[in-house]
């Protein structure tokens, strides 16, 4: 609408565009906002599914307290409850908490709260101390200012609402989730019962207990997962109860800071409640109010589960043989035989490495992979959970010895070890899971999957015997080869590219002294000095390294062609030890 002159008639159309654009933003905004309400809804019908699950795990120790038919059972039951009922009031606490922050948010905006009715209000029904796990039941469609963000805003982040160091409710609110998370795992840690023979009671096991970490730091789920399993490793927590307790904690943990849109140490309150509005803001309480019902829904169900009953169910059986992978010729060996129970209608979590499996069937996992190197470790996980949902996950290895396919073709009169030389050797016990290679008159070192021989002493004569390992430590000599020692073969001169024997090359300083294509031998040989005569002239040039000298270079060029170039040289080989070696060139 700015720069070129514009017709009325283009000025109308470009601000009906311009209205139609407001529009639709306008509407955008809307739907927005309604799914915020559409989402707020699903969360609070969610929570009261969490909650009624946490009740029915109390109700059946309730039951077993007071089954006289079973006394063990009810003594038991007695003393969990006592925990269960710690667990509901630490919970009830972060309840109401949240919903007064609702309903400050909403009596902030001038909503009203004080009526409460199901068809036409907000309150659908109030926050209830006689029933003080269940939150307070809300209509959004009914508030007015859905889309007021100031209010929340500073309500949630204090005065300064400042989005790194929240302060007011926000504050608050942090502090008593990072506390329910802390008193939640230490309290089902510490809530085991054992049977105290001398006074012919039961209580507390004192045990075993959980210091729960304050972890609000970590780069991702992997890092949290690596600092919480160290901590509750090196714990006083029953072995047990290590999965569920991780679970619980995880799912109550927050990152405290984070970076958001480039600005870095962002508060998590900050994160969550900044601009947010008002249906956007309660639907995050909501949420949170979900998780810690679902995590008290949890800690029952472990405490619950203690006491008798089997927490898994099994609907199917497979026999199953377990053996080595690897049996030799005339050994004796052991197959394992077993009935393994499963879920047919709930297959168990499988990974291999970091990799989840997909291929899961008949309550075993199939898994697909390459053989490589001598032998391959492989782990993973498995995981299952119990009838009410609580996933236990274990680890597991697997050795797999890997064999090459081998044939074998010698030629006899080419066993030749160098003496001073790096021989590079490859050994394989066929039908072994390890390999032994043993030299006689020469020293070994491992290299990888290869070995290096170096011969010793001033024999002329040395051998090497392959044997294989079994699994219990024997070893089985299986061959003895004969090798004859023989000095390195002498290497040849080029200066630059051109070999001895060949034609001056130019100008070219450098000289090497190595094995051209017909020795497969990588060694080299520094030239530590040398000595050049030409033919005609008189007498010599020396140096100390592999480059001519000036003066070598005035006595190449003042000679005639046809010249012969000759040069003496001293060598070091790999071993150190120094030789002679003589070498010509003729100039053209």
């Known amino acids: 609408m700015a720069g070129a002159k514009e017709t009325p008639r283009q000025k109308m159309i470009g601000m009906m565009y311009l209205v139609l654009t407001a529009l639709l933003a306008l509407n955008v905004a809307k739907s927005i906002l309604d799914a915020f309400v559409a989402i707020e809804e699903n969360i609070q019908k969610a929570s009261l599914t969490e909650l009624y ?47 007064d922050i609702k309903l400050e948010i909403l009596n902030q905006i001038g909503e009203d709260t004080k009526t409460v009715a199901p068809d036409h209000a907000i309150i659908v029904s109030k926050y209830d101390d006689q029933n003080p796990l269940k939150p307070a039941r809300m209509n959004l469609s009914f508030v007015n200012g859905k889309d007021k963000y100031d209010d929340p805003m500073r309500i949630m982040l204090g005065d300064k609402t400042d989005i790194k160091r929240p302060g007011g409710r926000g504050k608050e609110l942090w502090n008593s989730l990072v506390s329910y998370r802390k008193e939640l795992t230490e309290k089902i ?19 075993y207990s959980f210091d729960a970490p304050e972890i609000n730091e970590f780069k991702n789920q992997r890092d949290l997962d690596e600092k919480l399993s160290a901590v509750l490793r090196s714990s006083k927590a029953h072995p047990d109860d290590r999965q569920p307790i991780a679970e619980i904690y995880r799912s109550l943990t927050k990152e ?113 992979t390459k053989a490589s190197g001598s032998k391959m470790e492989l782990k993973g996980t498995i995981s299952i959970r119990d009838k009410s949902g609580v996933k236990k996950t274990m680890d597991w290895k697997k050795e797999v010895y890997v064999m090459k396919p081998s044939g074998s073709i010698e030629i006899p009169g080419m066993n030749v070890l160098y003496r001073g030389y790096e021989n590079i050797v490859n050994a394989t016990a066929s039908g072994f899971p390890e390999t032994v290679l043993t030299p006689s008159g020469a020293s070994i070192t491992r290299s990888g999957e290869n070995y290096i021989i170096k011969p010793t002493g001033n024999s002329r004569k040395a051998y090497l015997s392959v044997s294989g390992k079994t699994k219990d430590g024997r070893t089985v000599q299986l061959k003895r080869v004969e090798y004859r020692v023989l000095n390195l073969p002498q ?21 090497f002294m190595r094995y051209d294509e017909t020795i497969p031998l990588d060694a080299t040989f520094p030239i530590t000095s040398w000595e050049m005569s030409v033919a005609g002239a008189q007498g010599t040039v020396n140096g100390t390294s592999n480059k001519l000298t000036d003066q070598a270079i005035q006595m190449i060029r003042a000679a005639p062609r046809g010249t012969m170039i000759s040069f003496s040289c001293w060598i070091k080989e790999p071993s150190e030890k120094k030789r002679r070696k003589t070498a010509s060139f003729f100039k053209q």
Request: charged share 25%; no cysteine; aromatic share 8%.
């Open 53 to 99: 699950h946490g009740d029915e795990k109390r109700d059946d120790l309730q039951e077993m307290r007071s089954d006289k038919s079973n006394p063990t059972f009810a003594r038991r039951a007695e003393i969990m409850l006592q925990s269960v009922h710690q667990i509901d009031k630490m919970t009830a606490e972060r309840i109401k908490l949240i919903d």
């Open 256 to 368: 405290e800071l984070s970076e958001v849109h480039s600005m870095t140490d962002v508060h998590w309150i900050g994160k969550t409640f900044d601009h947010s509005p008002t249906v956007a803001a309660i639907a995050s309480l909501s949420s949170l109010q979900k998780e810690i019902l679902a995590a008290r829904a949890q800690a029952l169900t472990l405490i619950r589960n203690r006491i008798g009953g089997n927490p898994y169910t099994f609907n199917s059986i497979m026999a199953l043989a377990y053996g080595p992978e690897v049996v030799n010729s005339g050994d004796a060996f052991t197959v394992e035989v077993l009935v393994a129970a499963y879920d047919s209608d709930a297959m168990p979590e499988i990974t291999f490495g970091n990799q989840t499996i997909s291929d899961v069937r008949d309550g075993k996992g199939f898994i697909k």
């Open 491 to 511: 290497p040849s001169m080029y200066w630059g590219a051109v070999k001895e024997g060949g034609k001056v090359p130019g100008v070219d300083r450098n000289m």
């Open 189 to 207: 840690a510490g809530s085991h019962v054992r049977y105290i023979k001398e006074k012919d009671t039961y209580a507390l096991d004192n045990r």
